[in-house]
């Protein structure tokens, strides 16, 4: 019940955190959340692995089989009997797969999005879930390690985050249970005290219920506040791309902007001459602009809340990087004005 336990602390304390309601509360919610959501995905993980467990150790004592008899050691082959070269070869292909790669085993012990992939594979997670974990992971990784801060939407993603994680928590399965009748009230209260109804199997399952009754997820104004967020953002890009043609030297197209942000390392025709700017194909154009906006629009009909979400990561996914050389173009554009 210990290892619950630290999980469940996680949930109370981003709860406590999520009624103070400031950015640095908030920030720190986002980090206890995604800690506790790595935590339960790796004991799931090691669930499914240790099943393969039997089929695993064989795999590699045949390979170890295998390389001694290919050793130029005459000691190695000589005491690398058993089935023919040819049995090995197809119990080797029959067991690799039924198993894990090493390689995979690796990336997934490492990398969150592995371990949502694998889990989700194995239907241990559902895909609807995916996207939303693998984006607020990244959020998370922003404040975290760059100290890069969504604070427009920091609530909004909270609040997805916490009843994401619920499900998670709920999808847990923790396995053997050994009692302990000195848990700290964050645990016990889950418990079902009534005589013959306490199983302590069910407590993650009540905790995660009941966590995400007390938290609560207002679908309509986390929708609003991510909708006009986007558009907020859209609206700032297209009135940065045209800023940039406003202010082009050689004069500039409708589009030229656009193309000019897209263009590769090293194209010195395409910076200098603008016929030869308008005829590359890149990407990206200004109809591309405009069906982000329809979709973030869009979005104030979704009441699917992982749909809306993953929605949102989607269009990020889509424009940020055009947005960040949009901004350093307009800042470069300000700076020079200013030295002059």
Known sequence: MKRLELVVVQFEEVKRLIGIGRVPQLRLAHILLDSAVELIMHRMVEAELDRERY????????????????????????????????QLSAEIKKLEGMVTSKKRRQKINYNFGDKIDFLVERTRLPGGIAPVLKKLHDYRNETYHRDQHRVEVSRPAVLIYFDAACTVLDLYEPGVLIGDEHLGPELARFQDA?????????????????????????????????VDHLLGRLDDLESGLAYVEENSVNGAAPGDAIRAMQIEDGDIEAIFVSQVLRSRKYPLTMEDVKSWVERATAMADMDDKHALFAELAALEDAFEDLESKVREAVWRIDEAANMR
């Open 55 to 86: 089929n695993f150790d064989q795999l590699e004592n045949l390979r170890r089989l295998e390389a001694m008899r290919r050793s130029d050691n005459p000691l190695h082959r000589r005491f690398a009997t058993g089935p023919s070269d040819d």
């Open 194 to 226: 009534r005589p013959g109804r306490r199983d302590p199997f069910e407590v993650s399952h009540r905790a995660a219920k009941q966590l995400r009754e007390e938290v609560g997820l207002d679908l309509t104004a986390v929708r609003t506040a991510l």
